[in-house]
């Protein structure tokens, strides 16, 4: 019989002896954990080991040309035996090209399983990840909830949590045990296109959310059959390349890095997270995927990281073909691995191995990194529960796609979108207005979702689900379709409808103009101007010359600059990517069903040469005059308005100084003033007055999401000790210095001394 059952046998049996030193440091309960990978591991060849850090598309186990397939999955019996049986690919990822049901996904998993349990000498089981970044949004019928963004401007860490457990819960009924999420890139620059799949621009906020989105993921055990493992990417600076450009490079300090990119990452780690993606991008010339320092040095070492590391799509290969740092394939992997790379995630082909299958033999690679390697991977598997039950075949999933995760979908895209406008309260619309829905977003179920739905880049409008509104269906379902009247306005950057819709707006009492970004992620969503596209302004432009008033409802990733078209609309709504849902959530905003509560996690420029996060130096702000006058965005990072008003007041520090060991408490009143129940965000900024290294003009520090019934108010307390206080100074150590500061709460403002 084959070695499977010794190692089932090993692995149900607990060992119990010391680390050596070389090892992952496991907690004391891992500790057995560790034996049982020693056990396994003093069996494995090299060839079997070098097989645990190849990391296959699905594509490549497919008959047929990558991504043709659209409702059914071929396995290619000759690639399966080659590519992972010979090879022994210890993980599989993506998808075949279109959506697969629960139950397909099982079928393709089961078979990947067992086959490689059956025919592989060792019969170790393969690790399954998928990018379910917006809930598990390569299953059909998954919940698909609004993108990172969306949880970022909602301010709601339990809501993050909420979206990592039940996209989790639905990723283990399609039977995958790995999630390529979430993003915790600081999206420092507002040309990226892949700002929708981020926490925003703000290092504090995609820390909180990012942990709760990794706590409800992971759970205490990734094993349950409700939990998976989480990958944070992309590490590191992916998100603040100099052009905005994806994958493009970046041009930045160590300090720098340090105190606006890494805390997130760290922040992730204490909170359990197992898995790292690799930046695509060079960070200072030197590709992430060689770069020891960072991976081996930082991220291994400083930051005590115990997981994996695994590389980004065809990442390796990219090092000889795009970066140019290495002559040739092999010498990529060469680099790569002893960077500390532990998995390649190599699409295509086994080429990653056979190269490191040289370099050991060679000498190049010593087997004590493949070791390393191979631990963290085994470590992982036995983390996602593989070795006790590979498959979870005997699982039901009643709550998969439930009402109740659609109506938590609801409420999570109604606490998002953002007002930015309201000029003289012309929202919420009255119900019995004759309005025209217009404009490229208007009747998409994709523009709302973005990419990564169903398929790569969304756009494919087939695998649509049934029963979600559009913007226009929402409105009409709620409004009566004969009160609405529909034009479809522009294409995305050609297809000019807009005499049609200025026509239609000259009966009608108000003009709804839905804008947006077409779906796309990666290169694809790369662009050459920030400012929305011409034809959709000149849309807005032509209604707003009816005379009708406009109300804008912006469906976009990005804060596309409408300096020309905001002073001719009367009503600004912000959307960003809002999921499945977003039509419905959109519909009770603009009618008032729902009070808007979302603030800006971004800052929104006005001028495309001034890209500033709100966390610059005061020097950013120097105007031509010598002033201090120079920032001057659309909107305000945290802004965001509320069809009711609320005032802050009573702002009270406990002490106006307090030492390095002393905890400050904070406290305020808040009173909702207006007539309706409204939900505030409140937002803590702290500006340290002076410091050895030029400091920000302000840093977020606590935020919370406040409900309050008209005329109510609240006392909020807030706490900051000294670590709260501290940067990261020119020797790049995390340090605080004594000194005054000031906190603000929206208009309300206090000092204290820290010495
Ligand atoms: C990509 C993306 C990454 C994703 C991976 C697998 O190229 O950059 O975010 O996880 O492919 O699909």
Known sequence: MKLIILILALVSSILISSCSTDKIELSNSDKAVSEKIDSILALMTLEEKVGQMLNLGLPALLTGPFYSYRDTLVFDSAKVQQLLVEYGAGSVQNLGSFPMTPKQWNQVIEFVQTTS??????????????????????????????????????????????????????LRASHIPWNYAPVLDVARHPMWGRIFESFGEDAYVASQLGAAYIRGQQGSDPSANDKVLACAKHFIGYGASYNGKDRSPILMSENYIRQVLLPPFQEAIENGLLSVMISSGALNGVPSHIDHFLITGLLKGELGFKGVVITDWGDVDGLHAVHKVAANEREAVKLSVLAGIDIC??????????????????????????????????????????????????????????????SLNHQMACQSITLLKNEASVLPLNKKSRILVTGVSSN?????????????????????????????????QKIGSNQVCYAPGTGYVDGDFINEAVAKARPCDVIVACVGEK??????????????????????????????????????????????????????????????????????????????????????????????????QLSDERDVNFGLAGFTPQYQFGFGLSYTTFEYSALKLSSDSISMTDTLKIQFEIKNSGTRNGTEVAL????????????????????ERIDLNPQESKSIDFFLTASDLAFVNQQNQRITEPGYFTISLADQKARFKLY
Do not use: C
């Open 117 to 170: 349990k059956a025919k592989t000498r060792l019969g170790i089981p393969v690790l399954y990840g998928i990018d379910a970044v917006h809930g598990a949004n390569y299953t059909a019928g998954s919940v698909m909830f609004p993108h990172q963004i969306n949880l970022a401007a909602s301010f709601n860490t339990k809501a993050a949590e909420q979206v990592g457990a039940i996209t989790a819960y639905e």
């Open 345 to 406: 995630m190599e699409p295509y082909d086994a080429s990653f191995a056979t190269h490191l299958i040289e370099l050991v033999k060679s000498g190049e690679v010593p087997m004590s990194r493949i070791d390393d390697a191979v631990r963290r991977v085994l470590y992982l598997k036995f983390k996602a529960g593989l070795f006790n039950n590979p498959s979870l075949y005997e699982v039901e999933y009643p709550n998969f796609a439930s009402k109740e995760t659609d």
């Open 444 to 476: 998409s179920i994709n523009y709302l979702n973005g990419g990564w739905s169903r398929t790569w880049s969304g756009q494919d409008t087939s695998y649509n689900d049934k029963g979600k509104l559009t913007i226009l269906q929402a409105v009409q």
């Open 519 to 616: 779906p796309a992620t990666e290169k694809p969503s790369d662009i050459d101007e920030l400012d929305l596209p011409e034809i959709q302004q000149e849309l807005v432009l032509r209604l707003a010359e009816t005379g009708k008033p406009v109300i804008l409802v912006m469906v976009q990733g990005r804060p596309r600059i409408i300096r020309y078209i905001e002073p001719k609309v009367k009503g600004i709504v912000m959307a960003y990517l809002p999921g499945n849902e977003g039509g419905r959530a959109i519909a009770d905003v603009l009618f008032g069903d729902v009070n808007p509560s979302g603030k800006l996690p971004y800052t929104y420029p006005r001028n495309s040469g001034s890209l500033w996060a709100y966390d610059h």
């Open 684 to 703: 803590l900024f702290v500006s340290d007055e002076v410091a050895s290294i030029s400091p920000a003009v302000k840093q977020l520090k606590r935020f």
